[in-house]
């Protein structure tokens, strides 16, 4: 697969608009709030001042038709009307276009978004897969209130191309049906007993003494 640039990855994203409401190129709005995120701005408000701030030279280099860009209502609109497994999916092929063909190992894990929790507003919780070969985030997706990490790392491994890959997490995602949806895209996985799951990891301690104790009075007593 040949790099794709950003911009192709993300045009193939559905036009979440009706015909009469597309004044701007979906692909020149996602550039300009790329652009804003890359450059720090992390407000629709600034995000928006782009346009105004570097004049119709970054309009036309975005792709936009005019000298004007979208004012923040505009973009708010937009994106909360974006379906974001399609994004998650686009970003994930831009990323996989790139990394080098030896990327064998996927790792996924589960966190609360930093800075997310407002007040007793819980932080959105997410589940991310990393290439750690490229240091880069391949994709992720929400935990839901009404699930948990294993339902959210299905949805993830139905985003991410894993044929061919070793994917790699905690021994909570140790679950039949992710493992199964793994194999049956052609790739493999390993489930790590980490030390705060202090039971998990001395059963399995447990089972290797036993199988290292089995070998060796197997030894004592072969001929």
């Not at 995000?47 to 860009?69: E, K, M, N, W």
């Not at 399609?86 to 990394?99: D, F, G, K, M, Q």
């Not at 007793?120 to 929400?142: E, M």
Request: charged content about 20%; hydrophobic content about 50%; some cysteine.
């Amino acid at each position: 697969m040949s790099a794709l640039s950003l911009a192709e990855a993300l045009a193939d994203l559905p036009e979440p608009r009706s015909r009469h409401g597309r004044r701007y190129p979906l692909t020149a709005v996602l550039g300009l709030v790329t652009l804003g995120l890359l450059l720090g701005r992390k407000s629709l408000d600034a995000i928006a001042a782009l346009g105004p701030d570097y004049g119709p030279a970054l309009a036309q280099a975005l792709g936009f038709r005019s000298a004007r860009t979208p004012a923040k209502s505009t973009l708010s609109r937009l994106l909360r009307r974006l379906d974001a497994d399609a994004v998650e999916a686009a970003l994930a092929r831009w990323v996989a276009s790139r990394l080098p063909p030896d990327a064998g190992v996927v790792s996924i894990d589960g966190k609360a978004l930093r800075g997310s929790r407002d007040g007793d507003i819980p932080g959105q919780h997410l589940v991310s897969a990393y290439a750690p070969c490229a240091q880069a985030v391949l994709a992720q997706v929400r935990v839901d209130a009404k699930t948990n990490e294993h339902k959210a790392a299905l949805r993830l491994v139905g985003i991410l191309p894993v044929a061919g890959k070793v994917v790699v997490g905690d021994a909570a995602f140790c679950q039949r049906d992710l493992c199964r949806a793994i194999t049956d895209q052609g790739g493999d996985y390993v489930w790590i007993a980490k030390d705060n799951q202090k039971a998990l990891a001395g059963a399995v301690a447990a089972n290797f003494g036993f199988e290292a104790a089995a070998r060796s009075i197997a030894a004592a007593f072969s001929p």
